[in-house]
C-alpha cells in the first residue's frame, strides 16, 4: 500500500473524531488555564475575567524563587540517581533471557501505574516509627528503638526516585535493546573486563540517549505533586505541591494557572534543549 | 483485442520520471519477464498495471477495456508480492480462500477450490497450519495458490522467488513455467534474475531508466541484442569498439579486420561478442592478436583471458576444444561476422 | 559484568521495588486497626471490608466505571487517528498526534488544572461523566503510542495484497488491519484501563468534590487518619496491575510494545 495524501473529503473521515476531541477537551482548556492566569481571583467563588499581571508578578519573590529553585533541584537529584541505578540495571536486563525479561517489565510497569498516592502511603508506612523499617532493625538488634524517618528531604528524594525508577528503565529500555551486542564483544577481545567494557563502550556510545533520558526523567520528576507533601516538610514543596494546593486548598485558580503556565515554559524549554542536543548527537 | 496493452505508459514521482512511455503489448496467455537493474522501473510499470500506482500519462486496456483508472480490487487479478504477503492471522486454507470469501463464495465452493489449489501446489492436508508453520518453497507456492484462487485475468508476480536459495529457485523456476503453460493464463514476472528469466518466459522484457530497451524471445534477446545495454545485461559479452573508415573497411583495437561491416553510413559501433563464440586462432589470418594474460579452468569450462591493446576479451570453451594456449603467448581472436553483433553507438 | 555482582544488584533493585509494598502488605493483614509491622494477628478482614464498606465500595465502583469507559473512550479517540497518520500522507495531520503525546508528557498537574479551568468556565464542573472525558485525553496517549506502533509493523504489501484479491477499503480494515492490530488494541486498552484506576490528580481537580475513586478515598483517608483497609486497596491495586500486564505480556509481545522493535533484537 503506497500512502497516499487524502483524495476527497471524505478520506478525511476518521481524523474528525480524534481532532475534536483533542480539539476542544486539550487545546481549549489549555487556551482556557492561560487565560485565567490573567484573571482575578474572586473570593469564595472562582475568578472573574480580567487582564492583570498580578498572577505573574506574584511569584517574583524571594519565596517562590526558593520554591522554583528547590523544584529543579529536586528533579535534577531525581534524574540523576534514577540514571546511575537504572542505566546498568536496563544494560544487564537486556542482555538476559527473554522470559526473564518480561517477568520484570511486568514489575516495573506495575509500580510504574501505581497512584502517587499509593506510593506516598507505602513508603510512609516503610518510614513510619510502628510499621516502618526501623522495626526491623530494631529486631535486628541494630538500633535501640524504632524511629520515624518522615519528614524529611531523604524520604522525598527516595519516594520520587521509586516513582521515577520504572519509567527511566522503560525509557532507555529501546535504545539498550538496539545497542550493538558485538560492540561490547569486540571490547572484551581488545582486552576489556566486563566493567570497563561497559565504562569505555556502552555508556559512550549512549551518550545522547543518557541526556535524552535525563531530560526525560527531569520532567517527569518536575510533576510530582502529592510525594513532597506526604513524605517532606513544606520546605520540600515543589512547584506542582504549590500549584495543587493554590488551585484546591487556596482556591486561588488565576494563581495557579500563571503558576502553570510557567512550568509548562519551562518544560517545553527542556523538550527544546533535549531535541537540540538530539539534533546535535546526530550531526555529530 | 484480447490480451493486456500498455499505450505510453509514463509515471512521474515528483520531478523523477520512473516509467518513461512505455509500449507493450501481452498476448492473452503468454508469459512475459520483466528485466532489468533495480531501479529500472519494471515493479513501478507491475504495480500500474495491478492499480496499485496510478500512471501519470497513457492508457492500459486489459482485454480492450480501458482499465488505467480501475481501482485494483476490481481488476480480477492475482498478484504475488516479493514479501509474499500471506496474511498471519490466517491459517493456509483461509489464505487461499482469502478472495473466494470476501466475494462470498458458497462455503462449500471455497473448501473444494482450496482442496484443488492445495493438490496442484503438492500441499493437500496443510490447510489448517498456520502459514508460520510452513518452510520458504511452501510459503511460495501458497502465495501462488492465492492468488490463482479465482482463476484471474492477470496473474502478476513481483521478485517472487527472490527469497529462496539458489537451487530451490531454479526447481520453482521450472514448476512455475509448467503451471502457467498447463493454466495458460496471462502472468507477467518481474525479476533481476536474467537466468530466471530465460527459463520461463515466452517475451522477456529488457528494461534500463525507465524505457523499454528490447522486448523479445529469449533467444532473440540472447543471439541479437538491441543494443550494448541488453547485451551486456544478459549473459556475458565482451563489448568491443570498432570503427570504419570513408571506404567501408573496418577496423578493431587499431587492427584492420577484412570481412566485416559495420550499420550503413556508422563510422563507429560497438561489437557485441559472446565469450563462448570468441575462437582463438595462429596470429594473423583474419584475425586481431593479442597476448593470453590468465587462464581459469573451471572444470566444466575454461576461460581464457586475452588482452588485445589494453581491452581484456574473454574465451570461454569447454574441455573437449580447449585451446592450446599458455599465458604470455601471442593468440589471434578470429571476429567473423557470424558471431560479432554490431550495435550502433 | 560478572554474574554474582549482577545478581546482588538485581537482588538490590527488586528489594527497593518491593519492599514498600510487602509492608503495605504485612500491615494489610494486622488483626486490629493499628498500623503495625510486623503484623500482630492474622486477618483478611480488611480485605473484605473493601467490597462490605459501602463507601470504600462505592469508591471501587467508581473506579472501575471510569476506568472501563476513559479507557474506551481513549482508544476511540486514538484508533481512528493512528490509522489516519498510517494510511495517509498528511503531514500537518501529525500536529493532532503531537496533542494526544502532551497531556501525558507534561507534569500532570498542569492537563488537571487545564481541564479545572475549562470545566469550570464551560459550567460542568463535578458532573461524573467529565472525569470520564478528562481521563480520556490524560491517557489518549498510551493507545495513542501502541497503535502506532502496531500499524508500523503491519506489512503494507499485506493491504495491497487484499485489494489485488478484490478487496475494498472497508473490507481490508474489517479482514485484515483490524484482526492485526487487535492485540495493540487490547495492550493499549489495558494500560489506559489501568493507569486510570490509579490516576489521582486528574480526578481529583474534576471530579473530587463530588465524587470519590479510590484514589481519592485513600488520599482522603491518609488525611484523616489511618485504616488498613488502605493497604489492602493498594495491595489489591498492585495485584490488579501485574495482572493485567501479565495478560498483555502473556498474549502480546511485551519487549516489542514498549519499544524493542525486532523480537531478534537480542
Known amino acids: 500500500m503506497r500512502r497516499e495524501p487524502p483524495q476527497t473529503i471524505g478520506d478525511y473521515a476518521p481524523l474528525l473524531f480524534p481532532a475534536a476531541m483533542l480539539t476542544i477537551f486539550f487545546v481549549v482548556p489549555f487556551g482556557t488555564m492561560i487565560a485565567v492566569s490573567f484573571f482575578q481571583r474572586q473570593q469564595g467563588g472562582f475568578y472573574t475575567p480580567a487582564f492583570v499581571y498580578d498572577n505573574y508578578a506574584r511569584f517574583l519573590s524571594a519565596f517562590f524563587g526558593g520554591v522554583l529553585g528547590f523544584s529543579l533541584m529536586m528533579a535534577i537529584a531525581v534524574a540523576i540517581c534514577c540514571i546511575v541505578l537504572a542505566l546498568p540495571f536496563t544494560y544487564m536486563l537486556t542482555r538476559m533471557a527473554r522470559n526473564v525479561q518480561v517477568v520484570w517489565l511486568v514489575a516495573l510497569l506495575s509500580v510504574l501505574s501505581l497512584s502517587e498516592v499509593i506510593i506516598g502511603f507505602a513508603w510512609s508506612t516503610l518510614f513510619s516509627r510502628t510499621a516502618g523499617i526501623t522495626n526491623i532493625l530494631v529486631a535486628l538488634g541494630l538500633m535501640g528503638e524504632a524511629k520515624a524517618l518522615t519528614p524529611s528531604f531523604a524520604a522525598v528524594l527516595t519516594g520520587m526516585v521509586y516513582q521515577a525508577f520504572p519509567y527511566t528503565v522503560l525509557v532507555l529500555f529501546p535504545a539498550l535493546v538496539r545497542l550493538d551486542p558485538t560492540l561490547t564483544e569486540a571490547a572484551r577481545t581488545l582486552g576489556a573486563s566486563p566493567l570497563k567494557a561497559f565504562f569505555t563502550v556502552v555508556v559512550p556510545a549512549l551518550r545522547n540517549t543518557i541526556v535524552a533520558t535525563l531530560i526525560m526523567v527531569f520532567i517527569f520528576a518536575l510533576g510530582s505533586y502529592l510525594l513532597p507533601q506526604l513524605l517532606g516538610r513544606p520546605q520540600h514543596w515543589t512547584l506542582s505541591v504549590l500549584i495543587t494546593d493554590q488551585a484546591i486548598y487556596q482556591s486561588n485558580m488565576p494563581f495557579a494557572a500563571a503558576m502553570a503556565v510557567f512550568l509548562v515554559l519551562v518544560t517545553l524549554g527542556l523538550v527544546a534543549l533535549t531535541v537540540i542536543a538530539g539534533r546535535k548527537g546526530e550531526a555529530a | 483485442m484480447s490480451g493486456l496493452a500498455l499505450q505510453n505508459v509514463v509515471k512521474e514521482f515528483g520531478s523523477f520520471t520512473a516509467v518513461n512511455n512505455v509500449e507493450l503489448t501481452v498476448p492473452h496467455g503468454t508469459f512475459v519477464c520483466m528485466l532489468g537493474p533495480s531501479g529500472c522501473g519494471k515493479t513501478t510499470l507491475l504495480r500500474m498495471i495491478a492499480g496499485l500506482d496510478l500512471p501519470t500519462g497513457g492508457a492500459i486496456h486489459l482485454d480492450g477495456e480501458d482499465i488505467t483508472r480501475v481501482p485494483t480490487h476490481k481488476r480480477n487479478l492475482g498478484m504475488v508480492f516479493q514479501s509474499l504477503a500471506l496474511f498471519p492471522h490466517l491459517t493456509v486454507g483461509e489464505n487461499i480462500a482469502y478472495p473466494l470469501r470476501i466475494r462470498n463464495a458458497p462455503k462449500e465452493d471455497q473448501k473444494r477450490r482450496v482442496e484443488e489449489l492445495l493438490s496442484m501446489i503438492h500441499l493437500s492436508g496443510y490447510a489448517d497450519r498456520p502459514v508460520s508453520k510452513l518452510s520458504g518453497g511452501q510459503r511460495q507456492r501458497v502465495a501462488i495458490a492465492r492468488a490463482l484462487a479465482i482463476s484471474p485475468k492477470l496473474f502478476l508476480l513481483d521478485e517472487p522467488l527472490s527469497a529462496l536459495d539458489a537451487k530451490l529457485r531454479e526447481a520453482m523456476q521450472v514448476e512455475l513455467r509448467q503451471l502457467q503453460q498447463k493454466l495458460g493464463i496471462t502472468t507477467i514476472v518481474v525479476t533481476h534474475d536474467q537466468r530466471e528469466a530465460m527459463t520461463m518466459a515466452d517475451t522477456v522484457v529488457v528494461m534500463n531508466g525507465g524505457e523499454i530497451r528490447q522486448a523479445a524471445s529469449p533467444i532473440e534477446i540472447y543471439r541479437r541484442p538491441a543494443d550494448s545495454f541488453v547485451a551486456d545485461f544478459i549473459g556475458q559479452t565482451n563489448l568491443i569498439e570498432a570503427e570504419a573508415d570513408s571506404v567501408g573497411h573496418v577496423s578493431v583495437l587499431g587492427q584492420p579486420v577484412p570481412g566485416l561491416a559495420l550499420l550503413p553510413g556508422a563510422a563507429k559501433a560497438t561489437l557485441s561478442i559472446r565469450p563462448e563464440d570468441v575462437h582463438l586462432t595462429a596470429p594473423g589470418a583474419g584475425a586481431i592478436s593479442g597476448t593470453v594474460t590468465f587462464v581459469r579452468d573451471l572444470g566444466g569450462t575454461i576461460e581464457t583471458f586475452v588482452d588485445v591493446a589494453g581491452r581484456q576479451i574473454v574465451a570461454v570453451s569447454t574441455p573437449r576444444e580447449r585451446p592450446d594456449v599458455t599465458v604470455g603467448q601471442q593468440v589471434g581472436v578470429a571476429l567473423t561476422p557470424d558471431v560479432c553483433v554490431v550495435l550502433r553507438k | ?266
Open chain 3, 1 to 266: 559484568m560478572t554474574s554474582i555482582f549482577r545478581k546482588f544488584y538485581f537482588f538490590l533493585i527488586a528489594l527497593f521495588l518491593a519492599l514498600p509494598l510487602i509492608v503495605v502488605a504485612g500491615v494489610s493483614i494486622n488483626e486490629k486497626q493499628t498500623l503495625a509491622f510486623p503484623p500482630q494477628g492474622f486477618s483478611t478482614s480488611w480485605y473484605g471490608e473493601i467490597f462490605l464498606n459501602p463507601e470504600w465500595r462505592n469508591a471501587l465502583m467508581a473506579s472501575i466505571t471510569l476506568a472501563v469507559l476513559s479507557a474506551a473512550l481513549a482508544v476511540a479517540i486514538a484508533l481512528p487517528l493512528a490509522w489516519f497518520l498510517w494510511r495517509r500522507v498528511a503531514p500537518w495531520a501529525n500536529i493532532f498526534q503531537l496533542l494526544g503525546v502532551a497531556p501525558f508528557t507534561l507534569p500532570p498537574v498542569i492537563t488537571a488544572l487545564g481541564l479545572l479551568t475549562f470545566w469550570a468556565t464551560a459550567g460542568f464542573y463535578g458532573q461524573p461523566w467529565t472525569a470520564v472525558v478528562s481521563h480520556a485525553i490524560f491517557f489518549v496517549t498510551l493507545p495513542l503510542v501502541t497503535l502506532s506502533l502496531g500499524f508500523t509493523s503491519i506489512d503494507r504489501s499485506l493491504v495491497e495484497a487484499a485489494s489485488t484479491m478484490g478487496a475494498d477499503e472497508r473490507t481490508v480494515f474489517r479482514t485484515v488491519v483490524l484482526p492485526l492490530i487487535l492485540p495493540y488494541i487490547v495492550s493499549g486498552y489495558a494500560f489506559a484501563f489501568v493507569l486510570s484506576l490509579n490516576e489521582y490528580i486528574v480526578a481529583y481537580m474534576t471530579v473530587g468534590f463530588t465524587m470519590e475513586t479510590l484514589p481519592i478515598k485513600i488520599f482522603n483517608a491518609l488525611r484523616y487518619g489511618y485504616t488498613p483497609t488502605m493497604a489492602s486497596v493498594t495491595i489489591l491495586f498492585v495485584t490488579t496491575a501485574a495482572v493485567i500486564f501479565g495478560l498483555v505480556a502473556r498474549f502480546g509481545d511485551l519487549p516489542k510494545l514498549l519499544g524493542a522493535m525486532s523480537s531478534d533484537g537480542k
